[in-house]
């Protein structure tokens, strides 16, 4: 019979760790998508940076075009999705416009789904 102490222990990330948090905030922008391209803010490279200090997470991002009236609509999502990461209590997120957003900064995945390939 094993005994409990002789099973190997698991290395779980403590939850104030924010390497880990900026990961599950990076992986719940993954849900919020561009409503016309069909295509996630991450992939799409509109996130630009995000920022953990305690429980609020700083981003900044980006449309892609100026003019774009979707930003509302983008933040609105981003806040809906970061409710639901555990740690996350304070969103602030900061739209800029430069650099200026090109096809370049889109993943290869969303490259691929749009036909950049």
Request: aromatic share 6%.
């Amino acid at each position: 019979m094993t005994e409990l102490n002789d099973a190997p222990a698991q290395v779980v990330p403590p939850r104030d760790d924010p390497v880990r948090l900026k990961e599950e905030v990076l992986e719940a922008l993954r849900n919020v998508h561009d409503p016309e391209l069909g295509i996630n803010i991450v992939d799409l490279g509109l996130v630009y940076g995000v920022e953990v200090d305690g429980d609020t997470v700083r981003i900044t991002y980006t449309l892609t075009t100026m003019g774009c009236p979707i930003g509302p609509l983008i933040e609105a999502e981003m806040r809906q999705f970061l409710s639901g990461v555990e740690g996350v209590s304070n969103v602030e997120a900061e739209m800029v416009l430069r650099p200026p957003w090109t096809p370049e900064m889109m993943s290869d995945e969303a490259k691929a789904a749009l036909g950049f390939f």
